[in-house]
């Protein structure tokens, strides 16, 4: 079996758009696919020159058009990522045709809350809605900023409609900014927030600790690495096989700073903020696709 060649359109070539797109060019798995051609949209020609210098060395395989050219990028591609925010998905699909050109193009969609269900009903409208028969070959996919580095942890659930080999497309694509992972749609909420603002909550406790730095003396980029470093490796423990309230036991020491330090995390409530937090944001996702 040969190689297959894709046409890829990125429709709203931001931050995390081109993070993947600098993936699928430049591939860890060269095996099953490779991308023949790169057609990626953006809002403003500022953005259309930054995409364009991020993408000097692949010019010959790369286009860049703006927002006006979003039909001509769709028909021009087989394989169509949308990767514009979600609230502007209803001018997106309003522009005469856009719907039409997307009808027999597999969808990958990064558009945070936007479900495979949404997606069809954006692009085939009323005929959707009435149940007549109408679906699209769509994957609904979560990536988290660590694509810039090739460090994703990306979520995908494909639609009902989708073949087997575009979602192998699908897991292909995402694969080549970090770790992807397929799960039932049901999940995808809690799912997506975890992974993608997991993170963000963690880094606001970073912040915290360095603020403590600060407020002793201490300035904080001679301790920013320090702490940072000592996170991620005490977070690779986990998956290594220890659970978290196990590991946080082994380092608490009777008498000891650790525990007196979780002691006050614990009478300030951060424990169930960070659930709290999670749980308000897994809703906010649920209520954007009927958000129109």
Request: aromatic share 4%; hydrophobic share 45%; glycine share 8%.
């Amino acid at each position: 079996m040969g190689i297959s060649q894709l046409t890829v359109a990125v429709i709203g070539c931001g931050t995390l758009g081109t993070a993947i797109a600098a993936g699928i060019l430049e591939p860890r798995d060269k095996e099953n696919f490779e991308v023949k051609r790169l057609i990626c949209t953006v809002g403003t020609e500022p953005s259309q020159r930054r995409v364009e210098a991020a993408f000097s060395k692949h010019k010959s395989r790369v286009t860049v058009f703006t927002q006006e050219e979003n039909i001509r990028a769709v028909q021009e591609a087989n394989v169509v990522l949308l990767a514009f925010k979600p609230f502007k998905r209803a001018d997106v699909f309003a522009v005469p045709g856009f719907k039409e050109a997307l009808r027999d193009k597999f969808v990958l969609s990064i558009m945070a809350g936007i479900t495979t269900n949404e997606l069809s009903r954006l692009v085939f409208g009323e005929d959707h809605a009435a149940g007549s028969g109408a679906s699209l070959q769509s994957v609904r996919a979560m990536p988290n900023m660590a694509a810039r580095i090739r460090e994703a942890v990306t979520l995908y659930t494909p639609s009902s409609a989708t073949s087997k080999e575009n979602i192998e497309i699908a897991s292909w694509v995402l694969g080549q900014v970090g770790e992807a992972h397929q799960i039932p749609e049901k999940s995808f909420d809690i799912c997506a927030v975890l992974v993608g603002c997991a993170g963000s909550l963690l880094l606001l406790a970073i912040d915290g600790l360095l603020d403590a730095a600060v407020a002793e003396g201490v300035k904080r980029p001679e301790v920013q690495n320090l702490v940072v470093n000592s996170a991620i490796g005490m977070m690779k423990l986990v998956p290594a096989g220890d659970h978290p309230s196990v590991l946080r036991e082994k380092i608490a020491s009777p008498g000891g700073c650790s525990i007196r330090a979780l002691l006050e995390l614990e009478k300030l409530g951060v424990r169930s903020a960070f659930t709290s937090a999670i749980l308000a944001a897994a809703e906010k996702s649920k209520q954007m696709s009927s958000t129109r």
